[in-house]
């Protein structure tokens, strides 16, 4: 397999070398801000001094983590939700490049939402932290006539109730074959799962490992949750990793903030 790594180095946690944010190499993501406003390579290098970042997206200057922030913001974001995510480019600057189940990635991040508004007095509203999307490629909108890539997410993993909880696309017949399995009809959610304990608002470490046939989500020292079933082996899409704070309200005054303190993607 092509290795592919976004490094994590100690660095002074104010400074930016390059595309260097504290210990996360962002040279591998494209941002986008619940204003909309995207930004990648030579735009993202310097987001510390730019005020396109301000105030959504920043440096902790105490314990060096990337900050996250999302609440409902004027703009022209297209999201349905506040998204503050950032999008993996094997390819620095592009989003053209993306990676199959056949050549498998890795993602490994220390996470910790900080803060989260609540939908009602004893309910706490939730946010996407980290998703594996999926999109149909060149090629495959070619043999389709299609002239728009189809987007759908393979894998979603959400703070949800103070607990992370796993959801994933899955056919809706698995006996579905050929051109039929580029149709979104064809797929569904699952009920998801979540992991056992709280993680509330500490900090947390997970591994998400995708291979074909295969799907394996670690999250700190619990036992993994491993799925191997038709709708993965079937899967026909190319894909990347999405990481950051996805927040899945638009209610006024609502508001969650999520540091990153290590962020990696093998291939």
């Known amino acids: 397999m092509t290795l592919i790594r976004i490094t994590l180095l100690i660095v002074f946690p104010l400074l930016v070398y390059g595309q260097q944010a504290g210990k996360i190499d962002l040279t591998h993501w494209k941002l986008e801000l619940p204003t909309g406003y995207t930004a990648s390579g030579w735009k993202l290098s310097n987001f510390q001094q730019d005020k396109f970042a301000q105030p959504f997206f920043y440096l902790d200057s105490i314990d060096g983590s990337l900050v996250m922030e999302a609440y409902p913001s004027a703009g022209k974001s297209k999201a ?18 993306n990676w199959t189940l056949q050549e498998g990635g890795i993602l490994t991040a220390e996470f910790q939402v900080t803060e989260m508004s609540k939908e009602t007095p004893k309910k706490y509203h939730r946010t996407l932290l ?3 999307q999926g999109r149909t490629s060149k090629e495959q909108n070619e043999k389709l006539g299609r002239e728009k890539s189809i987007s759908i ?11 992370i909880r796993v959801q994933r696309k899955v056919l809706k017949d698995e006996s579905t074959s050929g051109q039929d399995l580029f149709e979104k009809s064809a797929w569904q959610d699952d009920p998801g799962r979540y992991f056992k304990g709280n993680v509330s608002f500490e900090k947390a470490s ?4 995708v291979a074909d046939g295969r799907i394996e989500v670690h999250l700190n ?9 038709a709708s993965i082996r079937k899967w026909p899409f190319e894909n990347y990793f999405n990481a950051g704070n996805y927040l899945q309200t638009k209610e006024p005054g609502s508001k969650a903030v ?3 303190y290590q962020l990696e993607v093998t291939h």
């Open 153 to 163: 997410p393979l894998l979603k993993i959400y703070w949800q109730n103070e607990r």
């Open 258 to 260: 999520v540091k990153l």
């Open 130 to 132: 980290f998703e594996v």
């Open 80 to 97: 349905k939700y506040t998204k503050n995510s950032l999008r993996e480019q094997m390819i620095p600057g592009k989003s053209s490049k």
């Open 206 to 209: 997970i591994k998400i490992h």
């Open 221 to 229: 020292d619990l036992k993994p949750m491993i799925y191997r079933d």
